[in-house]
Every structure is written in C-alpha cells, then in structure tokens.
C-alpha cells in the first residue's frame, strides 16, 4: 500500500488494486472509463515521466548522449550501449560510453517497447488530459493547445514562456510595458531622427479588454532599401480565439488618413512573421513624414484605434469608442 501512495500521488482510489507494474496503457484506459467525473477538474491519475522512477522506461528512451528522447532508428554498440540517430552520427563512430568501434546496430528490441508505451502530453501540468503512444507525442506537443506561449516581447530575445496571466505581469514588470485597459487607443509615436530606423525598432502596449489581452505594437524597419512603419495587433492566446476580435487602426494628418482593419494574429505567431507577411498598418516612410507634418526632421504618428468582438453570438458586446471600457 505504501508504494500506491508514493507512486501515484494523484490517485484517490486505488481500490481496483492496480498491479504495479500494469502502469501504462491500462491505467490510462482505466482513468479514462472510470474517474472521469471524480477527477474531472484535478489532473488525473496518469503516470508521469518523471514519476516513472530512474529505472522507467521512458529512462532508457533518453539518450544517454544529448538526453532527447529517442526515435527509430535507435542504435547501440556492441556492448549494448543505446543512442539516437543524431548523435550517432556525430560521434565519429565511437561508442561515447564505452569509446569501442559503434558500427552499424539498430536497437530493435528498444524501438518495440518505444512502440508500446503510452505517455501524457508533457504539458500535463499545464491542464492537458491527452495521452499519446510514444511516437505520436511529440507531434502533439508541438501542437498541445496547453503548451505555454513565449513572452510575445520583440526586439530582445527573451526566452520566457508561460501562460497569459503569467507573461502579462511578465511585461509589465520586466520589460516595463505600458498597460491599458479599454478596447480604443489614441497613441503618438514620436521620433526625433526618423533616419535612424533601426534605432526605433519596436514599442509595445497591452490593453486589457473583453477580458482577453492584446499587444499593440508599432515598429520601424528596413524594406528592401526603404524604411517602413508598421503597427498591428496580436492576441494574447490561440488562434481560435483571436478570430473572435477584429480590430483597426488608423493614422493620418493633413486631410489624408490610412485604415486598416485586420484580425489579431495570435501571439503563436511570433512577431517577426506578422511584421514579414506585413498583416498590418504599413505606412510608407514618406507618408509618415508627411503625416507627421512640420518641416519633416521628426516622426510624429498619431495611431488610433480599437478592438471589437465579432458578433457570433447574441451576448456579444458591443463595443463604442471611448465608452466601453
Ligand atoms: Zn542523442
Ligand atoms: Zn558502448
Ligand atoms: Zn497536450
Ligand atoms: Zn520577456
């Protein structure tokens, strides 16, 4: 009983008398039929890599080499020693473990138990129920819609991920982002020595609305031999849902006004691929000087804006400038 209790900490009932060493695919079937409204808000009762123990089997899937998981064909040296593909092919034919001649052995019996194995989605914690055999997995992963998203920051190359809650007050403390709440925005770029594109690579601004968080981001760059500005909107979470909102944009002075209207792209997207296919408010450099009026020295865009929700249902809010908030 002692060893039900450490094993699998999440298990409420371990009244079926699970055999311990039944512990993939039959514990996940079983959690699957039976607790489902028992542990229908708590993670359930799947085994965890890590829970598997130093001798588990998802253990000896590692390689021992770079410790990614290992896939077909999976090789060994004549002592039995096992790694993967990619390091077998950089270690100049030379076991890493044992340094005898590798030669040319697959591991059959390896890439079989691979085969029979069933794991949770690694994002388990995160929320994820999915369970996937070994070699579907981390084609999920690539795709779970509970992995984290990365800090959707441009112009740094901050390696922070996590979910929405986590990355807004990310931003707002760590890159010292302006935070605003409200679906309009009126915002003025002002740059002394437009020339210097490269210098005003980026801004970004968060607003809160519709209960959902947007990043507003405005930059200069280098198209071809012309530098461009840009300005457009990303949603703070999946794809599904940016397609809820729309948004516009606007700028424009001396009797001539640019409008775009788009839908946010998901901070999926990274920035640098919204900005490359230009899904967005691009203003030409001599427009935006002639927009900023006065003797063309200074850049001084003045972006307006909102954020409105797509009317799929009846419960849509209606969103009027300057009076939602
Ligand atoms: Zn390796
Ligand atoms: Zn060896
Ligand atoms: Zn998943
Ligand atoms: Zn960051």
């Not at 253990?59 to 593909?85: A, D, F, K």
């Not at 989605?121 to 819609?145: R, T």
């Amino acid at each position: 009983m002692a060893a039900i209790e450490t094993e699998s900490i999440e298990c409420v009932s371990s009244l079926d008398g699970i055999e311990d060493e039944e512990i993939h695919s039959s514990v996940s079937s079983h959690v699957h039929n039976s607790h489902h409204t028992q542990f229908s808000s708590k993670p359930r009762n799947v085994l965890l890599a890590s829970e598997i123990g130093p001798t588990g089997v998802h253990e000896l899937l590692e390689c021992p080499v770079c410790t990614n998981s290992m896939y077909p064909p999976i090789h060994q040296c004549h002592n039995g020693h096992t790694l993967c593909s990619t390091c077998k092919s950089r270690v100049h034919n030379r076991c890493p473990t044992c340094r005898q001649e590798l030669g040319d052995i697959r591991c059959l019996a390896l890439e079989k138990v691979a085969e029979s194995l069933e794991l949770p989605c690694k994002y388990y914690s995160l929320g994820c129920p999915e369970i996937f055999p070994y070699y579907s997995k981390v084609k999920h992963e690539a795709l779970c819609n509970l992995r984290p998203y990365n800090c959707p920051y441009a112009g740094s190359e901050c390696v922070v991920t996590g979910d929405i809650p986590y990355l807004v007050s990310h931003l707002r403390d760590d890159h010292k982002v302006d935070m605003h709440t409200g679906c309009t925005f009126n915002h003025r770029y002002v740059k002394s020595n437009p020339r210097e594109v490269e210098n005003a690579t980026w801004m970004l601004t968060v607003f809160h609305c519709f209960g959902q968080y947007f990043c507003l981001h405005f930059e200069a760059f280098q198209l071809g031999m012309a530098p461009v500005y840009m300005a457009f909107l990303r949603f703070m979470g999946d794809e599904n849902e940016a397609r809820n909102f729309s948004y516009s944009l606007e700028v424009g002075a001396n009797g001539r006004k640019l409008v775009w209207e788009g839908t946010p792209r998901s901070i999926r997207d990274s920035h640098r691929k919204v900005r490359d296919s230009h899904d967005g408010l691009v203003i030409q450099r001599n427009m935006a000087l002639f927009f900023s009026g006065g003797d063309r020295k200074e850049l001084k865009l003045r972006v307006t804006g909102r954020i409105w929700k797509e009317q799929q249902n009846p419960e849509a809010v209606v969103c009027i400038p300057n009076l939602c908030s």
